[in-house]
């Protein structure tokens, strides 16, 4: 083969012919020093770009897909350098290809070496040349955020944790996809605890355990994505509320979370420690409690809950009791009855006390029941649980002042052998006696550790309730003594006994039935007793304590119903033939009618369509006249109160699946309304 036409093959140069006579060495020299230069600029100009391409690469596979969007403006510029470079490579090997397979007298170990070395080269960088551009607009992952409490916080249940996907939101609305719903499952059931619009929910973890905490975001596109989050709480003790805790304002202490579900799992005593000083402060059967703090700083609480099967568990948690905020303006609460701790149920009357003038007051009740608004407001309390009732007032600037109430619903003492000891006797829990009256009771049983004392409205003069009643009532009318009773276990008895102070002995009298009730009032009066010796009577004159000279003359019975609530002074006023006259007059206490709405339903699980139900509101307080039943899926029903007690039901058939808000409003006559309302799940 003649040196001067040997072919160089992919840079690769045949050795010469060392016999070939025609082969100088000193050119020989010289052709193998500038093929390795040429070999060397070659690989300059291709390597150096090349080992740029994929250093760009890989930056950019470290920082994309971004959910910041920091970086996302790169993604227009690598998609036109990859498809550049990967097109260059593209050419390249072809060109090298060809030229190889031009070298038809290049040994074929020569030729397929340059073959390896050429795909070695340019796939890498083709490959990069697609992959990249294919991986970094890709969605970047979305995540769930942990917004409250802070980081590095101790997670101890019950506690409160705040979950966010607002971040994630804005990754996708920057993709050009807006979300529409949030559907929450925050204990990790399968289930969907809430649904919201705003990318924010917050739930309440009572025990300690692992939470698969996910969030599935409904997007505009009809797509949907999910989010999930391990949450593992660790450790939990007893719960408190508020979870700001105040001096001088009672916290409300609970253990009820860490009893097991275990029938033969009972509790024979919890000891609270509200000191520091290793002595129990309170003990009872009772799984709450409360305590007021009375200097601000760290309180360290200890409980102890001992069962009866001998065994017993030990929490302890530090609270930083603070000073509340003040109110812009003075609010208190007044309640009847005073003394709030009775078993269910336990009807109160709340009223706000307040020299300012008001633009609302809202009323919480803490049982999951709406809002009330008023400054007079009633309230049943059916479970046992210790309540914190609060009150919001806004006056007219809009400045909100706060107040608390506790109503703590108890399991009910039972005194078999209660007796009575004092100036009057008790039959049939009444007791009646001729005004002026002093009464004087003291009740007596065996059962140890119990505490008694008294409440006594509308006495006259009230020297003692504690065990011992002394009070005086000058009036005549029909009273309502109460004996209160507590036992070592938080266990309480609410007594009430009935004091008929009759008139005292006089000529003109007259009886009326009753003498008080809920508007409107029917009474019937009766004066057929009254005489005056010597003289005869010619006419009855009675005064409802209606309007002032609004009078009704009549015989010696009257019937009168009074439509509204208050107290009215009844005047009876008799005249004789000779013109005397003689006077009497009984109080009537008319009250507001008290509306509780509540309905019971015939099924409650395993309902699937069509479904027919019987909503039942026999439960239901006070006198309606109309009951108004909204279904839930467009249907209502309204039917009149006074039909037979075996009528007082609703019957409805839902057609479709769904969930269904069923809701029940009853009105009195007098346009008070209340409301209660039940979820339907229909499958």
Not at 172 to 186: A, E, P, V
Not at 431 to 437: G, K, M, Q, R, Y
Not at 448 to 470: G, H
Not at 477 to 499: M, N, S
Request: proline share 7%; glycine share 6%; charged share 20%.
């Amino acid at each position: 083969m003649d040196p001067e036409t040997t072919t160089n093959v992919d840079g690769i140069t045949p050795s010469p012919n060392e016999g070939d006579p025609k082969v100088d060495p000193i050119s020989k020299e010289k052709k193998a020093g500038a093929v390795s230069s040429a070999r060397f600029a070659l690989l300059t100009l291709v390597g150096i770009p090349y080992v740029i391409y994929i250093a760009w690469s890989l930056f950019l596979l470290s920082v994309l897909p971004d959910g910041s969007g920091k970086w996302d403006y790169l993604i227009a510029y690598e998609k036109l350098i990859s498809m550049s470079f990967g097109m260059a490579l593209v050419l390249a090997g072809l060109f090298a290809i060809l030229r190889i397979g031009k070298a038809s007298g290049a040994a074929d170990r020569v030729r397929y070496g340059g073959f390896f070395r050429i795909v070695l080269f340019i796939v890498p960088g083709i490959a990069l040349s697609g992959f990249v551009p294919y991986w970094i607009v890709q969605e970047p992952p979305l995540p769930l955020i942990i917004s409250s409490p802070a980081p590095g916080t101790e997670y101890v249940a019950p506690l409160s944790i705040s979950y966010s996907a607002e971040e994630a939101s804005a990754i996708l609305k920057r993709r050009g996809i807006n979300t529409k719903t949030y559907k929450w499952d925050l204990s990790g059931d399968g289930n969907f605890d809430q649904e919201t619009v705003t990318p924010e929910s917050t739930a309440y973890y009572d025990r300690q355990g692992g939470y698969n905490v996910s969030v599935t975001l409904e997007l505009s596109d009809g797509s949907t994505r999910t989010i999930q989050k391990r949450m593992v709480i660790p450790q939990a003790v007893f719960s408190y509320k508020p979870f700001i805790p105040v001096v001088d304002e009672p916290i409300v202490f609970s253990v009820s979370h860490l009893i097991p579900d275990e029938r033969n799992y009972e509790v024979r005593e919890v000891q609270w420690d509200f000191n520091e000083d290793g002595i129990p402060d309170e003990s009872s059967i009772s799984l709450e409690t409360t305590h007021t703090f009375l200097k601000t700083g760290p309180q360290r609480v200890t409980v102890t809950i001992l069962n009866t099967n001998q065994t017993q568990q030990q929490y302890f948690r530090v609270l930083d009791i603070q000073n509340p905020l003040p109110n812009p303006f003075p609010v208190s609460i007044e309640t009847v009855p005073t003394f709030l701790e009775s078993p269910p149920p336990f009807q109160v009357v709340f009223r706000l006390v307040t020299d300012e003038p008001l633009q609302d007051v809202k009323w919480d009740f803490d049982d999951s029941s709406p809002e009330e608004s008023g400054d007079r407001v009633g309230h049943t309390f059916r479970s046992r649980k210790v309540y914190q009732v609060k009150a919001k007032a806004r006056n007219q600037n809009g400045e909100i002042s706060k107040a608390v109430k506790l109503v703590k619903i108890v399991e009910k003492l039972t005194i078999p052998d209660l007796t009575f000891d004092g100036s009057h006797q008790v039959n049939g829990n009444t007791i009646i006696a001729e005004a002026p009256v002093a009464i004087t009771l003291t009740p007596s049983t065996i059962m140890p550790l119990v505490d008694f004392w008294w409440e006594a409205p509308k006495a006259s003069q009230v020297t003692s309730t504690d065990t011992t009643l002394k009070a005086i009532f000058r009036e005549e009318g029909a009273y309502t003594l109460v004996l209160l009773a507590k036992d070592a276990e938080g266990r309480v008895l609410r007594q009430p006994i009935k004091l008929e102070v009759k008139p005292k002995t006089q000529f003109v009298t007259f009886a009326l039935k009753p003498a008080q009730g809920i508007a409107p009032l029917t009474v019937q009066f009766d004066a057929s007793e009254s005489f005056i010796p010597g003289e005869t009577i010619n006419g009855f004159i009675w005064n409802f304590g209606l309007e002032e000279g609004a009078q009704t003359f009549g015989d010696g019975h009257a019937t009168h119903v009074f439509d509204k609530p208050g107290e009215y002074q009844v005047s009876l006023t008799v005249r004789t033939e000779s013109g005397r006259s003689e006077q009497a007059t009984k109080t009537v206490v008319v009250r507001a009618p008290f509306l509780d709405a509540c309905f019971t339903k015939s099924r409650s699980s395993g309902i699937k369509a069509p479904a027919g139900i019987r909503f039942f509101w026999e439960c239901s307080t006070g006198s309606p006249k109309k009951v108004v039943w909204n279904f839930g899926d467009g249907a209502e029903s309204e039917s009149d109160s006074e039909a037979a007690p075996s009528d007082r039901y609703a019957d409805h058939v839902f057609e479709k699946p769904g969930v269904f808000s069923v809701q029940l409003t009853i009105e009195n006559a007098n346009g008070s309304k209340s409301t209660s309302t039940q979820t339907i799940t229909v499958e």
